[in-house]
């Protein structure tokens, strides 16, 4: 049975199980979370967890393994990483060697988040191990979700089941600090339409990418006014135009042309006033399709549960980018966002995680979870 001290061999063990997604170029042919999925199935059940495996997309399961009390059910409390990773092309280090290097682990999902997901994993199975699990009262939950570098549809396939807890805690890096506050994200695909012609006859057809260009100055305008939108904690909110593509080949007049918008917000200036800015600055002949729109999260330091998290950790921050935590505060579910890990070595070409640092949030995590236990007999 692994001990606490034991996460930077189950680490290594999750980094050697491929789990990238299979948007775009995963850069390998191993994609999905089955397998991880399947593996950590078999770890938290030995340890007397409740386990079911949900279909949150044919090929993208989520896993929820339940440490159910001794009594009744008087709180719900769930440590939720995301099983998937983003891809592996380019990667200037074997992608699933889960080398141990001057005190660095090193892997795809090390830090973004198989770390944390280790972290979680680790103190939970030597609190089973020790007779610490199951508590009194309090129902421990380890999610490992689906999806979350896809649109976080796992968090979202499982929130529509009607799933409710008291304070979900989302693993991603954080540097050990409990994030109350990060932005929301709202991606739009623009498109435009156009009719096709030989490139030597432009003027028989109609040129999408054109189209496209009269919107761009509109978005860059809207940028600008988007960064004075202030949040007192998160600054401003922010619109980046993150892809461009149109036309098939240089001889041919485009039909198509299609735009990816990321926008970032925050709770003092919604997804939904961001869109309808967009809609008020471009003109009819540009359609937007909504890929995303997730709610920023913006969670009370002061709630107890979150409190006691606090005073473990490393203090709190806050975060421009979003996580599935957003995706349950949107149900009504407290969430918080914790990690060992710095996000800066999220999605890098050598990501790694230090092994001093992974430690140190599971040694948090352990902290919280006994605490936690100990005031059951409050409850």
């Known amino acids: 049975m692994l001990k606490n001290d034991q996460s930077t061999e189950l680490l290594q063990n999750l980094i050697a199980i491929p ?35 949900q279909e949150a997309r044919p090929g993208r399961p989520n896993l929820i393994a339940s440490f159910k009390p001794r009594g009744n059910v008087l709180r719900r409390i769930v440590l939720a990483p995301h099983f998937d990773t983003v891809s592996v092309a380019g990667m200037t280090i074997p992608p699933f060697g889960g080398q141990l290097r001057d005190g660095h682990i090193y892997g795809r999902g090390a830090c973004d988040t198989k770390g944390p997901a280790a972290a979680a994993l680790s103190v939970l199975m030597a609190l089973a191990d020790e007779g610490s699990l199951p508590a009194q009262h309090t129902e421990w939950i380890f ?17 529509e089941t009607g799933f409710s807890a008291d304070l979900v805690v989302a693993l991603e890096p954080t540097d050990n600090r409990v994030v109350c506050a990060h932005k929301g994200a709202l991606w739009l695909k623009l498109k435009t339409h156009g009719r096709a012609a030989h490139g030597s006859a432009p003027q028989q057809g109609d040129n999408a990418v054109y189209k496209m260009a009269r919107a761009l100055p509109a978005l860059e305008i809207l940028a ?26 240089i001889n041919t007049v485009p039909d198509y ?10 709770s003092g200036f919604s997804g939904n006033d961001a869109l309808a ?14 890929l995303r729109n997730a709610c920023p999260l913006d969670t009370d330091p002061a709630t107890p549960l979150v409190n006691a998290l606090l005073e473990r950790s490393e203090g709190q921050a806050s975060a421009g980018w979003f996580s599935d935590a957003s995706v349950f505060a949107e149900y009504g579910i407290p969430a ?44």
């Open 143 to 159: 999610l490992g979700l689906a999806g979350e570098e896809d649109g976080s549809f796992g968090a979202q396939a499982l929130c």
């Open 257 to 266: 042309c299609e735009a990816l918008v990321d926008i970032r917000t925050h």
């Open 336 to 379: 918080v966002v914790f990690g060992p890990g710095s996000i800066r070595q999220a999605h890098t070409a050598d990501e790694w995680i230090s092994a001093e640092e992974l430690g140190k949030g599971a040694g948090i995590l352990r902290q919280f979870i006994l605490q936690v236990n100990a005031q059951d007999k409050r409850l």
């Open 224 to 249: 600008r006014e988007f960064s004075e939108k202030i949040h007192p904690v998160l600054g401003g909110a922010s619109l980046n135009v993150g892809r461009l593509t149109g036309g098939s080949r």
């Open 277 to 290: 800015a967009v809609r008020r600055a471009l003109p009819s002949e540009v359609q937007i399709e909504i």
């Open 19 to 53: 789990s990238v997604s299979p948007e775009g170029d995963a850069g390998t042919d191993q994609t999905g979370e089955e397998r991880i999925v399947e593996h950590v199935e078999r770890l938290l059940s030995r340890c007397g967890a409740q386990t079911q495996v």
